[in-house]
């Protein structure tokens, strides 16, 4: 008797020059591995780091060695798709792959695939709000026509909100019934609300952590100010975690300020930045402006929502389609410091209704926000692609 595609498991092929190890990759290949999918891993690391991306779209791609990077982990990666098997059943590109998708179609193509391609963010996007369009022009305009054709090209596109999918909507006139939602969520291996329940805390001190890259997109001058508003109570105390383009910045604010309630942190290896979390009185989450910020929900508030912590952010039309304020966090005006350190103080003043916060916030990210119920729905997408 012959066994027809329907009588194994749905076979993805999960293909790019991502960079090895990004969360949302190795979260989602985990996750739907346990959704009973078989997962085909096929993919070469082009990018070392974030910063390594940003000096590629400030002009350093015109370098000969970059070229050759580029050409050599190319064809390493054409190199590992002839070694695999051909009979997937759908194609899975992640981020970033606003190149990669254009391969990924020609090799779909010819092997009659469906191809998905799971943006999570826009690459074109990012550049504007750091700026490097002043820096280099040609190649931003580069990357939007990359990113436009990126988009025409899938089957199915994946983003966390309809907030976004607005966006890419508009910005490059896609088809809303192509794009599929699938949030974002936390690396449970690491953010294990079991660090919460056995982390110790010093009562007379209420820890303000935030952890994160310092760019414009999560606003960390803002929490400075709150800092300054705050600066009077010894018992509340900020602690920065992390590094990036605005951290100078935000260092200089603290020396103009005289501030003896900041603390900087450096990178953290995950395991040591779960435990700081843990330990942590309240998590900030983000508080920019840029549109970026508001379209989208970032990794950090869920993982403050996995480990069952007191949370508070910025307000946004994203945060309102995702989570509730008043029930699993709190939200403060993104134009006004103020209403940061207001919200800090309420939860110092009734710890109780910090600790209900978090709980609810915990059983929200169980039931919709977790990594089995993320991957599942992503499968369910992959599965109603290719018919299985």
Known sequence: MSTGPHDRPLRVCYFGTRRAGYARNAIIVDGLRRQGIEVIDCHESLWQSFADREQAAAG??????????????????????????????????????????????????????????????????ICMERGLHKQSPLTVALIHTAERLACKLPDRLILDTHTYVDWFCRTYHVDRKRFRLVPLTADE?????????????????????????????????????????????????????????????AEQMVRDYGLGNVRFIGWLEKDLLAEHIAAADICLGTFGTTPQSLMTVQNKIYEALAMARPLITGDSPAVREALTPGEQLLVCDRDDPHTLAEQILRLRHDPAHAEALACRGRRHYEEFCGVDRVSARFADHLRELAGH
């Open 60 to 125: 350093g791609w015109v370098r000969p060695a970059f070229f050759l990077r580029v050409l050599r982990t190319y064809i390493r990666l054409l190199w590992r798709y002839a070694s695999i098997p051909h009979d997937y059943d759908v194609m899975v590109v992640g981020y970033p792959g606003q190149f990669d998708v254009i391969l990924a179609r020609v090799l779909t193509l010819l092997n009659g695939k469906p191809l998905v391609w799971d943006i999570l963010m826009s690459i074109y996007l």
């Open 189 to 249: 291996r690491a953010f294990d609300p079991e660090l919460t329940r056995q982390a110790q805390r010093d009562p007379a001190i209420c820890r303000a952590v935030y952890h994160g890259t310092f760019i414009p997109n999560h606003g960390v001058p803002y929490i400075i100010e709150a800092a300054r508003i705050l600066r009077r109570r010894s018992d509340i105390q900020f602690e920065l975690i992390g590094d990036g383009p605005q951290k100078v910045i």
